[in-house]
């Protein structure tokens, strides 16, 4: 495993009453994909909302090539590197296709290169470019969700949940865009419910529980092991397929 680029240790976030990180320590090693898988309510999303900002950890340490980001707000985060694609997509609704991957540039415009790059990955953001994004269908504003976060490289992309909700052609088209930008190089920390898409595209993985990380290694092992993944994740032979 290469040397992280982001590593949170100990990391407890509460939200209202709530606990719901109960000491988090996950490494994130550079140029390679990794996925956090767990049942629903173990904590993937409080994580991946807590390393950008929008939770603030009430104990731990989150670092980014080794420096603290812990009490950054949102826009600091995202200025150091990071790029978001949240469960609920973000997207501006009123604006239109370009005027959302516009905002998303840090720079205000985005590189002729990575727009083609862009648009031959997900063609319906060339078709509807200047349609408001809430005319989209739910397929193609998780395109716009993803496009969003990749418009510029960036150090670290966070996904929470790509293929949520999304037929079957949707899915296989967002999975080759990141298996793409994996192939350049990209890190990704990403949550994912369908294994067989999780399987695909990670390198390593690690898996939570109740608010922990309850076991780390290569994504090629857990993959290997259905007896491991019905113990981790409850997962049965046919959605582990």
Do not use: C
């Not at 000491?23 to 994130?28: A, P, T, Y």
């Not at 083609?116 to 739910?138: E, H, N, R, V, Y």
């Amino acid at each position: 495993m290469s040397d992280p680029i982001l590593q949170l240790k100990g990391v407890k976030t509460d939200i209202a009453q709530y606990h719901i990180l109960h000491g988090v320590d996950l490494d994130v090693p550079r140029g390679a994909v990794t996925m956090l898988l767990g049942r629903n309510g173990a904590g993937k999303t409080t994580t991946l909302r807590t390393i950008m900002g929008l939770w603030k950890p009430h104990q731990g340490e989150i670092l980014l090539d080794g420096a603290h980001i812990n009490g950054l707000n949102p826009a600091q985060i995202a200025r150091r590197g990071i790029g978001f694609v949240p469960e609920d997509m973000g997207i501006f609704s009123d604006l239109t296709v370009e005027e959302n991957l516009r905002l998303a540039a840090l720079s205000g415009q985005p590189i002729p290169e990575r727009m083609d790059w862009i648009f031959a990955a997900f063609p319906a953001l060339k078709t509807f470019w200047k349609s408001a994004a809430g005319t989209l269908s739910g397929g193609q504003k998780q395109m716009l969700s993803v496009a969003r976060a990749v418009v510029e490289d960036r150090e670290l992309y966070l996904i929470d949940e790509p293929s949520k909700g999304l037929a079957p052609a949707i899915v296989a088209t967002l999975a080759r865009a990141l298996k793409d930008l994996k192939n350049r190089g990209a890190t990704i920390l990403m949550v994912e419910q369908n294994f067989s898409l999780a399987k695909a595209l990670g390198d390593h993985v690690a898996v939570m529980d109740d608010g922990r990380i309850i076991w780390s290694g290569a994504m090629a092992e857990l993959a290997s092991d259905t007896n491991l993944q019905e113990r981790l994740m409850g997962l049965k032979m046919e959605s582990a397929g």
